[in-house]
T-cell receptor
Framework: DTAVSQTPKYLVTQMGNDKSIKCEQNLGHDTMYWYKQDSKKFLKIMFSYNNKELIINETVPNRFSPKSPDKAHLNLHINSLELGDSAVYFC????????????FGSGTRLTVV | QQQVKQSPQSLIVQKGGISIINCAYE??????FPWYQQFPGKGPALLIA?????SEKKEGRFTISFNKSAKQFSLHIMDSQPGDSATYFCAATTTSGTYKYIFGTGTRLKVLA
C-alpha cells in the first residue's frame, strides 16, 4: 500500500487551462502539505493543512487553491495555468504532534505548453 | 534567515570513497535537521535526522555531523556505492508549531563503479 499517493503522475496541459492534482494518505497523519520542485530541483513549501484547516500559506498566486475534504486528502487546483507553473508537485503528510514521519508522495510532473 | 545553504551542487565520488555534503543555516530557532534522499522520478525519502543536542548521529554508512556554534551540519556517506547515486537534500525546521521544512538546494551525487 502506498502511504502517500498522488494522481496523476504526469500532467501535460495548455496555458490557460484549469487542472487538479489529488493526494491521499493512509498513514493516519493529521497534517498534509504541498511542495513545489522546480527545474533546478529546489523544493519549496506551498501549503499545509491540519485536520482540514489551512495552517501554512506561502506566497503562492491565487490561481493555486488547495482543498482538504477530510484529513486524509489534500487536493491542489490550479486555474489559468502558466508556463512558469511547470514543475513537479509533491504532496506530503506528517503527524501534527511529531516532526518525525514526514512522508512524501512520488510527485506529479506538470508540464504547461 | 529562513535559508538553508547547501554545497556542493554536484559531487562525483569513486565507489568505496567518502561523500560529504555540507549545509549551513541562520535561524537559531531551527531544532530538527533531516536529510532526504531522492531518486529520479521519486519523492524525497527521509535518510537520517539529527537534533542540535548531539554532535553526531550515525546510521549504517550515513553519518550527520552537527556544529551548533557554527550553525552547520553535514552528511557523510562512507564506502559510497553506485546505488547511493541520487539527489540529497538537507532541511531544517522548528519542532514547535507547524513543521514547515526549509530545504537546501540539493546535491546531485554520482558514485562511479
Amino acid at each position: 500500500d502506498t502511504a502517500v499517493s498522488q494522481t496523476p503522475k504526469y500532467l501535460v496541459t495548455q496555458m490557460g487551462n484549469d487542472k487538479s492534482i489529488k493526494c491521499e494518505q493512509n498513514l493516519g497523519h493529521d497534517t498534509m502539505y504541498w511542495y513545489k520542485q522546480d527545474s533546478k530541483k529546489f523544493l519549496k513549501i506551498m501549503f499545509s493543512y491540519n485536520n482540514k484547516e489551512l495552517i501554512i500559506n506561502e506566497t503562492v498566486p491565487n490561481r493555486f487553491s488547495p482543498k482538504s475534504p477530510d484529513k486524509a486528502h489534500l487536493n491542489l487546483h490550479i486555474n489559468s495555468l502558466e508556463l512558469g507553473d511547470s514543475a513537479v508537485y509533491f504532496c506530503a503528510s506528517s503527524p501534527y504532534d511529531r516532526v518525525y514521519g514526514y512522508t512524501f508522495g512520488s510527485g506529479t510532473r506538470l508540464t504547461v505548453v | 534567515q529562513q535559508q538553508v545553504k547547501q554545497s556542493p551542487q554536484s559531487l562525483i565520488v569513486q565507489k568505496g570513497g567518502i561523500s560529504i555534503i555540507n549545509c549551513a543555516y541562520e535561524n537559531t530557532a531551527f531544532d530538527y535537521f533531516p536529510w532526504y534522499q531522492q531518486f529520479p522520478g521519486k519523492g524525497p525519502a527521509l535518510l537520517i535526522a539529527i537534533r542540535p543536542d548531539v554532535s553526531e548521529k550515525k546510521e549504517g554508512r550515513f553519518t550527520i555531523s552537527f556544529n551548533k556554534s557554527a550553525k552547520q551540519f553535514s552528511l557523510h556517506i562512507m564506502d559510497s556505492q553506485p546505488g547511493d547515486s541520487a539527489t540529497y537534500f538537507c532541511a531544517a525546521t522548528t519542532t514547535s508549531g507547524t513543521y514547515k521544512y526549509i530545504f537546501g538546494t540539493g546535491t546531485r551525487l554520482k558514485v562511479l563503479a
